[in-house]
């Protein structure tokens, strides 16, 4: 008997992915960014990495933990024996606890905006994400949370709570954009977000973009190939993962078509930074009726998809503690949580003008480069070295065994030859020249 936890229906398991992609990627951080790098333009470029580099990659991710059921680190050790393959599935793991580290800050600014929207009162953005014990608080609730759904165990705990929550966030955001649609100026909003003006597009944008699309997928450190380790046999991988990118990707959509509308009825600038849904969206809901209801839902079910993510971004570091370092899943639940807490409290107190000094480096705070550095920088070195292991390194008979490249018969499927190209040239010649790029801007990386 498979010992290894499981999700018990492949439907599940494909919905938990679904809530690991989406979450504050696609209503926090994809608004905040577009607005940042002009909009359209670099809508564009987005779209073009999710659809180019993220499906096939997801796809890569997905079928390696399919194969090897195993976490990250055992997946390379078990597929290339004696080779120091492995690291990439501990460096996954390290990056996870840094995107926690940010991630949950924001969580907690949703669970406190969620529930001060019950209150009938929200905060002022700047001055509560700049305080110090309620941002701590907020912070160390969204752990909590995490921590005992992560405890229930994956079927339990996961995927009962994305069986029901995540089609809730989904209805919730068509409702919305229907009413930010409706606001006076919404025309302005949707030309800025559709109507591309390509000189804005510089190196700079183009490993944004890039950064953003991986970031919101999930793809190449590992959080995927760990779920894809817990789908049954009779998972259905290559539908799978055009289900997510497209699901997230619409979903991400979605909040632009909400946010900015808003934030030309409302006259918030589009490029307010980390703050931008949190601006914005009060401002929404306040001009309706029953606002607050309004807003106490949105943030509600933001908050849900925020943990649904988060937990997989636990999940993978307490999976590895579990199976290569053989701890309890109990202490191991508790390890990756209190790192990823301590970090969060870094990041957290970066924001309040008593520590910032002290955590900044080189004119960012810690916040802003742990959000970078994953996003722009470790997701995309780690998907390129994946697709070189997936490309260059694997045994294609793997891939065809298990049914991913190939039919039970033995013929190839429609995309099996234009998965393994896109493995061996196009992700990683496309991630290099990304790169290349926004090294030519020199700054081009961090902006
Ligand atoms: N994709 C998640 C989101 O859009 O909110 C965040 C995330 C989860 C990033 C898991 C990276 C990851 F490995």
Redesign the pocket.
């Given at each position: 008997m498979n010992e290894r936890a499981v999700f018990v229906t492949r439907f599940g398991g494909v919905l938990a992915a679904v809530g690991?992609?989406?979450?504050?990627?696609?209503v926090w951080?994809f608004p905040y960014e577009t607005g940042a790098h002009g909009g359209a333009a670099f809508l564009l470029v987005y779209l073009s990495c999710a659809l180019l580099l993220g499906v096939p990659l997801l796809l890569g991710e997905l079928a390696l933990g399919y194969v090897s059921h195993k976490n990250p680190t055992g997946t390379y050790r078990s597929l290339a024996p004696g080779t120091k393959w492995h690291y990439l599935g501990y460096a996954g793991a390290v990056?996870?606890v840094l995107?926690v580290a940010f991630?949950s800050v924001v969580g907690g600014w949703t669970l406190c905006y969620a529930a001060s929207s019950l209150m009938g009162n929200v905060p002022d953005f700047v001055e509560f994400s700049s305080g110090v014990w309620a941002p701590l608080a907020w912070m160390t609730l969204f752990f909590v949370v995490n921590a005992v759904i992560l405890l229930g165990g994956v079927a339990k705990g996961i995927e009962r709570a994305s069986n029901f929550l995540m089609p809730l966030l989904f209805l919730m955001l068509v409702v919305l954009c229907v009413r930010s649609l409706l606001l006076p100026n919404a025309v302005e909003g949707l030309r800025f977000l559709f109507k591309p003006d390509f000189s804005k597009i510089d190196g700079s944008v183009v490993v944004s973009a890039m950064g953003q699309s991986f970031?919101?997928?999930?793809?190449?450190?590992?959080?995927?190939l760990t779920y894809g380790s817990y789908l049954p046999r009779s998972a259905k991988i290559g539908k799978s993962a055009l289900a997510i990118a497209l699901l997230?990707t619409g979903i991400a959509l979605l909040a632009g078509i909400i946010i900015f509308p808003a934030c030309f009825a409302y006259g918030v600038q589009p490029d307010a930074g980390p703050g931008l849904a949190f601006i914005t969206l009060p401002n929404v809901f306040l001009q309706m009726s029953g606002g607050m209801i309004w807003c106490f839902c949105f943030f509600l079910l933001l908050a849900v998809?925020?943990v649904t993510?988060?937990l997989?971004?636990l999940e993978t570091p307490t999976a590895i503690l579990q199976e290569e370092f053989g701890m309890g899943r109990r202490r191991a639940v508790i390890v990756a949580s209190c790192l990823g807490w301590v970090l969060s409290v870094l990041c957290a107190m970066s924001f309040s003008p008593q520590w910032s000094e002290q955590l900044s480096f080189g004119g960012m705070i810690v916040f802003d480069i742990f959000d970078k550095l994953?996003a722009n920088i470790i997701?995309p070195c780690s998907s390129f070295l994946m697709a070189v292991f997936i490309g260059w390194k694997l045994d294609k008979k793997v891939f065809a065994d298990y049914g991913i490249t190939h039919r039970a018969d033995g013929t190839t499927k429609w995309y099996g030859s234009l998965f393994i190209m896109a493995m061996r040239f196009v992700a990683p010649l496309c991630i290099f020249l990304i790169f290349l790029s926004g090294l030519g801007l020199l700054d081009g990386f961090l902006k």
């Open positions: 690991s992609a989406v979450g504050l990627g696609n951080r990056c996870m995107v991630y970031f919101s997928i999930s793809v190449g450190i590992g959080c995927l997230d998809a925020a993510s988060s997989s971004l994953t997701m």
